[in-house]
């Protein structure tokens, strides 16, 4: 998907946030992601597994936060699809024959077997180590201070690990011949 498009609802959330509270930026934030999936329904005629399992997190974890006034709900999201992702990143090293990293990148990208479980496990600790970042985050900072951090520092956090991830798989890419 765009990456614009994609963090179209982090940024209303931030926006929203700044302007008025953590509530309505929740009420945002659903309502964009909402939008979110549907644009992208309309444009291809499908849903990626990814945003539904998001969407469904911020309608269930978005309405407890607005309905029972309490902000601990949202901000629990981030870490619970980390977690899951980091789950089915390392479930997916015991399950079938590819890892979800080679399912995604094999198409384009061929690897030798123990760089694909490398990278796959690479994947699973970040975004478990970053559900336990968000955990300590929120307990232990503002809620000022936790938007800014799942606004800027978590995908800052993600283009980091990108750039290490680039650099291990450039070392590993066959040589071509010019």
């Not at 520092?153 to 680039?166: D, E, T």
């Amino acid at each position: 998907m765009n990456p614009i498009l994609e963090f179209f609802p982090i940024v209303l959330f931030f926006i929203a946030y700044k302007f008025y509270d953590i509530y309505v930026a929740t009420g945002v934030v659903i309502a964009a992601t909402i939008l979110q999936v549907a644009f992208s329904w309309y444009k291809t005629r499908k849903v990626s597994t990814m945003q539904l399992i998001t969407l469904g997190l911020i309608l269930v974890m978005g309405g407890a936060t607005i309905i029972l006034q309490n902000e601990q709900f949202i901000k629990w999201k981030l870490s619970i699809v980390e977690w899951l992702f980091g789950v089915v990143f390392l479930g997916s090293q015991f399950v079938g024959k590819k890892t979800v990293i080679e399912r995604m990148l094999s198409a384009n990208l061929t690897l030798p077997n123990n760089i694909w479980r490398r990278l796959n496990t690479l994947w699973a600790c970040f975004f478990l180590g970053v559900g336990f970042i968000n955990v300590y985050v929120m307990y232990h900072y503002s809620t000022d201070d936790w938007v800014t951090f799942k606004t800027f520092m978590v995908p800052g956090l993600m283009v980091v690990f990108l750039l290490g991830q680039v650099a291990m798989i450039y070392k590993h890419l066959p040589e071509t011949e010019e």
